[in-house]
Nanobody, 115 residues
Framework: QVRLVESGGGWVQPGGSLRLSCVVS????????MGWYRQAPGKERELVAR???????WYADSVKGRFTSQKDAAKNTLYLQMNDLKPEDTAVYYC?????????WGQGTQVTVSS
């Protein structure tokens, strides 16, 4: 059974950086395209980055140029490098396949951007 565990969140001031990790129990390639999602208070969960098995990654306009998705297949780990963070990036961040599989949602990792 697939299990996804996110980590790396925390509090950071505007303009700061964080790197999130998503460890996949099992072969990361078996999930196909992977995605990073986030859910801010009072808002629906949204996809912010897509990492396909092949081809270029995709980013939501709100994070383009600031976030980068990377994958280390040897470690079955997906990363999200987040730079120039803004208060509006405050949310719980999750990884999942894309499209998302409801059985794969983990606890997520909280990112808080404030001064």
């Amino acid at each position: 059974q697939v299990r996804l565990v996110e980590s790396g969140g925390g509090w950071v001031q505007p303009g700061g950086s964080l790197r999130l990790s998503c460890v996949v129990s099992g072969n990361i390639f078996s999930l196909g395209t992977m995605g990073w999602y986030r859910q801010a208070p009072g808002k629906e969960r949204e996809l912010v980055a897509r990492r396909p098995l092949y081809g270029s990654p995709w980013y939501a306009d709100s994070v383009k140029g600031r976030f980068t998705s990377q994958k280390d297949a040897a470690k079955n780990t997906l990363y999200l490098q987040m730079n120039d963070l803004k208060p509006e990036d405050t949310a719980v961040y999750y990884c999942n396949s894309d499209p998302a599989n409801r059985d794969y949602w983990g606890q997520g990792t909280q990112v808080t951007v404030s001064s």
